[in-house]
């Protein structure tokens, strides 16, 4: 009756999903980011460690962001030991959110299916399958009949770009991005977190000794006994006013959406000759994409070579993409790290903890990324799913290079 209540009032009756906070001079932590990643730390630094006295700033709206501007995917199929176990943390995470938050989130578990084309790419696979494997974690090898099966409109005849099987994770798919941040912006603002929109960092406060004691915004400034940055693609720049140099570089993803048509793609599948991917959505559009654009900005836009590229990856790959009319594209701004792989850490900065450098792992990370960041920032300790993502290891050499990740930029 609510529902039907709100509806035909012209949705003008709807209560607010979360409080929308004035600052407080002064919290335990403050959160600089209120996207998936920042309000998913919030939330369990309120739920599972009981730190309350918490701020997100947030320089626009929530679900502006990166979280609103990516493909929804979630998977946990990695290769490396540095890797595999927290996506993995991350898909359990996924797997339970809906029930754990009380919000329906979309999570849609349809199989991701990644597609090879040659020998060398079956063993690669195989071996990426066996990790998996070793680890706990659902794989399948499937050979082209099996494909075939599961994906009939393919082309398999294609001289060039021959499907010869896939590796397939059935527990992969998608959830819907948006109402991901809705949901725990909703969980952590009943547990006491102040979630402060249209609240834009402009500096940092650090004492005699150089460490952070407050950040100062649009909106005057806030205290805190620590600072956690999880800003996605404007890494660079928020750090620029502590001080700090970051290894990762910032590029535009784009991604675009089709007319609503009849479910056709059974699942999330990519193209391994080419960097293409695609699902469906709800809505029946078929939501695609490719690799970054090839050079830095901070402008949530792309160019047309990068359409054309991932226009020809369908095209290779399922031409009857061709029949469908785009309804639109956007571009969401990326944290390239130069081994293709993410930073949870303490900063150099005494006070400033970082998240970031995520590439092309972002949304699916979003659970494992907050649990494992709000860890950090409760404890002093690294979770023991996230303890290959430090700051010294492009100093060590100890560099987690997921070829599954995507391109990666020319970094000097």
Same mark, same amino acid.
């Given at each position: 009756?609510?529902?039907?209540?709100?509806?035909?009032?012209?949705?003008?009756?709807?209560?607010?999903?979360? =409080?929308?906070? @004035? /600052?407080?001079?002064? +919290? !335990?932590?403050?959160?600089?980011?209120?996207? %998936?990643?920042?309000?998913?730390?919030?939330?369990?630094?309120?739920?599972?460690?009981?730190?309350?006295?918490?701020?997100?700033?947030?320089?626009?709206?929530?679900?502006?962001?990166?979280?609103?501007?990516?493909?929804?995917?979630?998977?946990?199929?990695?290769?490396?030991?540095?890797?595999?176990?927290?996506?993995?943390?991350?898909?359990?995470?996924?797997?339970?959110?809906?029930?754990?938050?009380?919000?329906?989130?979309?999570?849609?578990?349809?199989?991701?299916?990644?597609?090879?084309?040659?020998?060398?790419?079956?063993?690669?696979?195989?071996?990426?399958?066996?990790?998996?494997?070793?680890?706990?974690?659902?794989?399948?090898?499937?050979?082209?009949?099996?494909? =075939?099966?599961? @994906? /009939?409109?393919?082309? +398999? !005849?294609?001289?060039?770009?021959?499907?010869? %099987?896939?590796?397939?994770?059935?527990?992969?798919?998608?959830?819907?991005?948006?109402?991901?941040?809705?949901?725990?912006?909703?969980?952590?603002?009943?547990?006491?977190?102040?979630?402060?929109?249209?609240?834009?960092?402009?500096?940092?406060?650090?004492?005699?000794?150089?460490?952070?004691?407050?950040?100062?915004?649009?909106?005057?400034?806030?205290?805190?006994?620590?600072?956690?940055?999880?800003?996605?693609?404007?890494?660079?720049?928020?750090?620029?006013?502590?001080?700090?140099?970051?290894?990762?570089?910032?590029?535009?993803?784009?991604?675009?959406?089709?007319?609503?048509?009849?479910?056709?793609?059974?699942?999330?599948?990519?193209?391994?000759?080419?960097?293409?991917?695609?699902?469906?959505?709800?809505?029946?559009?078929?939501?695609?994409?490719?690799?970054?654009? %090839?050079?830095?900005?901070?402008?949530?836009?792309?160019?047309?070579?990068?359409?054309?590229?991932?226009?020809?990856?369908?095209?290779?790959?399922?031409?009857?993409?061709?029949?469908?009319?785009?309804?639109?594209?956007?571009?969401?701004?990326?944290?390239?790290?130069?081994?293709?792989?993410?930073?949870?850490?303490?900063?150099?900065?005494?006070?400033?903890?970082?998240?970031?450098?995520?590439?092309?792992?972002?949304?699916?990370?979003?659970?494992?990324?907050?649990?494992?960041?709000?860890?950090?920032?409760?404890?002093?300790?690294?979770?023991?799913?996230?303890?290959?993502?430090?700051?010294?290891?492009?100093?060590?050499?100890?560099?987690?290079?997921?070829?599954?990740?995507?391109?990666?930029?020319?970094?000097?």
């Amino acid at each position: 009756m609510s529902l039907a209540a709100n509806a035909l009032s012209g949705h003008r009756k709807w209560q607010p999903t979360w =409080r929308d906070a @004035a /600052p407080r001079d002064g +919290y !335990d932590i403050v959160i600089i980011g209120g996207g %998936g990643h920042g309000l998913a730390t919030a939330y369990y630094l309120a739920k599972v460690h009981g730190i309350t006295r918490v701020a997100v700033v947030e320089k626009g709206w929530i679900g502006g962001g990166n979280v609103g501007r990516n493909t929804t995917i979630i998977r946990s199929n990695y290769g490396l030991p540095g890797n595999e176990p927290f996506y993995e943390w991350s898909m359990k995470l996924w797997e339970g959110l809906e029930q754990e938050l009380n919000y329906n989130a979309m999570i849609s578990q349809r199989g991701v299916l990644n597609l090879f084309h040659s020998d060398g790419q079956r063993d690669t696979f195989a071996r990426r399958g066996n990790a998996m494997r070793l680890h706990g974690v659902d794989a399948g090898l499937l050979d082209k009949d099996a494909v =075939r099966r599961m @994906a /009939p409109f393919l082309n +398999y !005849d294609q001289a060039r770009f021959p499907v010869m %099987g896939g590796l397939y994770q059935a527990r992969g798919g998608t959830a819907r991005h948006d109402a991901v941040a809705w949901g725990y912006a909703r969980g952590a603002s009943e547990l006491g977190v102040d979630i402060i929109q249209n609240c834009e960092v402009t500096g940092f406060v650090r004492d005699a000794a150089g460490a952070v004691t407050s950040v100062d915004t649009s909106r005057g400034r806030i205290g805190a006994g620590k600072v956690g940055m999880a800003v996605a693609g404007n890494s660079s720049r928020v750090a620029a006013l502590a001080d700090l140099r970051l290894p990762i570089e910032s590029h535009v993803l784009q991604a675009f959406v089709s007319e609503g048509l009849k479910p056709v793609i059974p699942g999330v599948i990519t193209f391994g000759a080419g960097h293409f991917y695609i699902s469906q959505s709800d809505k029946g559009g078929l939501v695609f994409g490719g690799d970054i654009d %090839g050079y830095n900005s901070y402008a949530s836009r792309g160019n047309l070579p990068v359409v054309e590229d991932v226009c020809e990856g369908g095209m290779a790959i399922m031409p009857m993409i061709g029949r469908a009319r785009l309804l639109r594209g956007w571009g969401g701004i990326m944290d390239m790290s130069m081994d293709g792989s993410p930073i949870i850490d303490r900063s150099p900065v005494a006070g400033l903890y970082f998240n970031g450098g995520w590439c092309y792992g972002g949304f699916k990370a979003t659970p494992a990324s907050g649990w494992c960041f709000a860890h950090l920032l409760a404890t002093d300790g690294r979770h023991d799913t996230a303890t290959a993502f430090r700051f010294d290891r492009f100093r060590t050499g100890h560099l987690i290079d997921e070829k599954g990740q995507g391109a990666q930029p020319n970094l000097h």
